[in-house]
Antibody
Framework: EVHLVESGGGLVQPGGSLRLSCVASGLTFSSYEMTWVRQAPGKGLEWISYISSSGSVIYYADSVKGRFTISRDNAKNSLYLQMNGLRAEDTAVYYC??????????WGQGTLVTVSS | EIVLTQSPGTLSLSPGERVTLSCRASQSIVSNYLAWYQHRPGQAPRLLIYAASARATGIPDRFSGSGSGTDFTLTISRLEPGDSAIYYCQQYATSPQYTFGLGTKLEIK
């Protein structure tokens, strides 16, 4: 069974940084594209970043471009999101997801990031 | 950007009833690349339907999806208390920059 477990969330001051991690199990991690999706309190789901199976193709939503960096380590079955220059509007639950032939078929339970002074 | 509008926003039904949730797109979705997810509080969202009408692995046949172009529906029959959740539609025609609807909150009591 596929499991995705996020970690690294917490409370950070505006302008600060955090690094989220997602460890995958039950799948051949290196075969799958992965994404990060977030949900701000009381808001809908927002796709924020994508990385191809090899890591060679990366996309970002405009809302995080230039501040967030997605990466992966296939040897460690891990996905990362480096978040710099955090703003109050980045407060959200961040989900790691797997894509299979365009379909997002598995999600983690999410990790909460709170940006506040 | 394709905007998805879900309706109704909230509804409350009884066990055994049947419900149809709506998802309308601001423009036609290529190849009916439309998925539905169930999100229970504190749990990971779960894929129910992809390609508008294909059930994901392990999803019971009480859940069915239909539609094409700009209008899609998710029907849940024989409602159970465990079906209480928020249901989201998502278009992935513009993958990987896909978009979600705001969700329909379903309460079974």
């Amino acid at each position: 069974e596929v499991h995705l477990v996020e970690s690294g969330g917490g409370l950070v001051q505006p302008g600060g940084s955090l690094r989220l991690s997602c460890v995958a199990s039950g799948l051949t991690f290196s075969s799958y594209e992965m994404t990060w999706v977030r949900q701000a309190p009381g808001k809908g789901l927002e796709w924020i970043s994508y990385i191809s199976s090899s890591g060679s193709v990366i996309y970002y939503a405009d809302s995080v471009k230039g501040r967030f960096t997605i990466s992966r380590d296939n040897a460690k079955n891990s996905l990362y999101l480096q978040m710099n220059g955090l703003r109050a509007e980045d407060t959200a639950v961040y989900y790691c997801t797997r894509e299979d032939r365009l379909v997002v078929d598995y999600w983690g339970q999410g990790t909460l990031v709170t940006v506040s002074s | 950007e394709i905007v998805l509008t879900q309706s109704p926003g909230t509804l409350s039904l009884s066990p055994g009833e049947r419900v149809t949730l709506s998802c309308r797109a601001s423009q036609s979705i290529v190849s009916n690349y439309l998925a539905w997810y169930q999100h229970r509080p504190g749990q990971a969202p779960r894929l129910l339907i992809y390609a508008a009408s294909a059930r994901a692995t392990g999803i019971p046949d009480r859940f069915s999806g239909s539609g094409s172009g700009t209008d899609f529906t998710l029907t849940i029959s024989r409602l159970e208390p465990g079906d209480s959740a928020i249901y989201y539609c998502q278009q992935y025609a513009t993958s990987p920059q896909y978009t979600f609807g705001l969700g329909t909150k379903l309460e079974i009591k």
